[in-house]
């Protein structure tokens, strides 16, 4: 399993553009890159996943750069309930199971 | 909401005590997940039930085993506790594949 690098902490204002860059050298081709949210005490939540380029949902971006040796997990205009744990993971879309690091914790102030 | 529930939410037992943990998946989820959460710390796998089979396990003593149901609810059981068994104990269900897996409020269990 591919192992992930990421920063273990990172500060913003409430209405500002976060970007959480997530290193993954040994990326095998048929792995995916998938973001889990979590808040105290309670489940990881999916967030968005994504294979190549860019992938954009209701709740963030993802970038890969054709390399797919790193992505950028893009959270716009975040907000105080943003304040979590975001990991990022690395793995097939077979009967795997997910390896989490110990994610990057977001803390947003107003 | 998730769908994925799991019982008790908090448990504090003594050590050399035995638990079951419970967790009903998510509709049409045939696939669960188990992951004990220390903290500070993200997840970390314990085993995995596909259609009532275990289908992968991590590096956990088998002190910690399982069971999944026909309707593919699931059980952790642990016994022997120890204190460093003091953690959240998340469950997850999918479809059989890992992305896309929903989690559970977790059981956060003490051991004393």
């Known amino acids: 399993l591919a192992k992930t690098t990421q920063p273990i902490s990172m500060d913003s204002y409430e209405g500002q553009e976060v970007n959480i860059t997530c290193s993954h050298n040994n990326i095998a081709t048929n792995d995916y890159i998938t973001w889990y949210q979590q808040f105290p005490s309670q489940g990881p939540r999916f967030i968005i996943q994504g294979y190549k380029t860019k992938v954009t949902n209701e709740v963030a971006s993802l970038f890969i750069p054709a390399d797919r040796k790193s992505s950028t997990l893009s959270l716009p205009r975040v907000s105080l309930s943003d304040t979590a744990v975001y990991y990022c993971?690395?793995?097939?879309?077979?009967?795997?199971?997910?390896?989490f690091g110990k994610g990057t914790m977001l803390l947003v102030s107003p | 909401e998730t769908g994925v529930t799991q019982s008790p939410t908090h448990l504090i037992k003594t050590r050399g005590q035995q638990v079951t943990l419970r967790c009903s998946s998510q509709s049409g989820h045939n696939t669960v997940s188990w992951y004990q959460q220390a903290l500070g710390q993200g997840p970390q796998f314990i085993f995995q039930?596909?259609?009532?089979?275990?289908?992968g396990r991590g590096n956990f003593p088998p002190r910690f085993s399982g069971l999944q149901f026909p309707n593919y609810s699931s059980e952790l059981n642990v016994n022997a506790l120890e204190l460093d068994d003091s953690a959240l104990y998340l469950c997850?269900?999918?479809?059989?594949?890992?992305?896309?897996?929903?989690f559970g409020q977790g059981t956060r269990l003490t051991v004393v």
């Open positions: 993971l690395v793995g097939d879309r077979g009967y795997s199971t997910l390896t």
């Open positions: 039930y596909y259609r009532e089979e275990e289908n």
């Open positions: 997850a269900s999918s479809m059989g594949r890992a992305e896309g897996a929903f």
